[in-house]
């Protein structure tokens, strides 16, 4: 289990490095303890963090605004709950 993550009572909570505008969303692997997300949106007006609460939301299998920022609004560092995640699903995407 990667220290970028942890367990809730309802979720997980995992802190991922956002690069915004990549020509494509794909999970690009660990930076640190973090897991990195390409995201293939601009960094304006919100646009790359519904990107990232998208794709996450699919690869998890779970709503999109279940996928929460919980700090790192402007920042490409973000702490996110994952609301009805477990850590497998998410030690699944570390895999990726």
């Known amino acids: 289990m990667a220290s970028g993550s942890g367990n809730c009572s309802e979720g997980v909570i995992l802190t991922?490095?956002?690069?915004?505008?990549?020509?494509?969303?794909?999970?690009?692997?660990?930076h640190g303890d973090m897991l990195k997300v390409k995201i293939a949106a601009?960094?304006?007006?919100?646009?790359?963090?519904?990107?990232?609460?998208?794709?996450?939301?699919?690869q998890l299998k779970i709503k999109r605004k279940d996928v929460e920022i919980q700090t790192g609004q402007t920042s490409s560092i973000k702490k996110l709950f994952l609301q009805g995640?477990?850590?497998?699903?998410?030690?699944?995407?570390?895999?990726?």
């Open 16 to 30: 991922v490095k956002v690069v915004p505008g990549s020509s494509r969303t794909q999970i690009a692997g660990r």
């Open 42 to 58: 601009p960094p304006e007006k919100g646009k790359a963090n519904k990107e990232l609460q998208r794709f996450l939301a699919a």
């Open 85 to 96: 995640a477990t850590k497998k699903d998410v030690q699944a995407l570390f895999s990726e």
